[in-house]
């Protein structure tokens, strides 16, 4: 079984900055491509941002580029989500996941990661 479990979430003012991380106890970590994910009250769970299994290549949403990084370290097996400038707008549970086969579009695909974690709020206050 995978497991995922993401820490560094809080409260943050407007045009502040938070990293979320995300630690998943795998045997071997760099086989995993890893995203993040939202989901805002009421509204549905959207693609913050992808990584590549190697680190080389990353994916963004509309709603985190040139704002937001994403990041590994396969020797942690950890992710990261380096968040800066956040808006209220932002406020959300954030999701970290993983999955062995996601490439090209399917990085962007709420429903293609295969194991989540629990969820780290973010909330920003105006």
């Known amino acids: 079984q995978v497991q995922l479990v993401e820490s560094g979430g809080g409260l943050v003012q407007t045009v502040g900055s938070l990293r979320i991380a995300c630690a998943i106890a795998v045997h071997t970590f760099s086989s995993y491509a890893m995203g993040w994910l939202r989901q805002a009250p009421g509204k549905y769970r959207e693609f913050v941002a992808a990584i590549s299994r190697s680190g080389d290549s990353t994916y963004y949403g509309d709603s985190a580029s040139g704002r937001f990084t994403i990041s590994r370290d396969n020797g942690k097996n950890t992710v990261y989500l380096q968040m800066n400038s956040l808006r209220p707008e932002d406020t959300a549970v954030y999701y970290c996941?993983?999955?062995?086969?996601?490439?090209?579009?399917?990085?962007?695909?709420?429903?293609?990661?295969?194991?989540w974690g629990q969820g780290t709020q973010v909330t920003v206050s105006s």
């Open positions: 996941a993983a999955d062995e086969t996601a490439y090209g579009t399917t990085y962007y695909r709420v429903d293609y990661y295969d194991y």
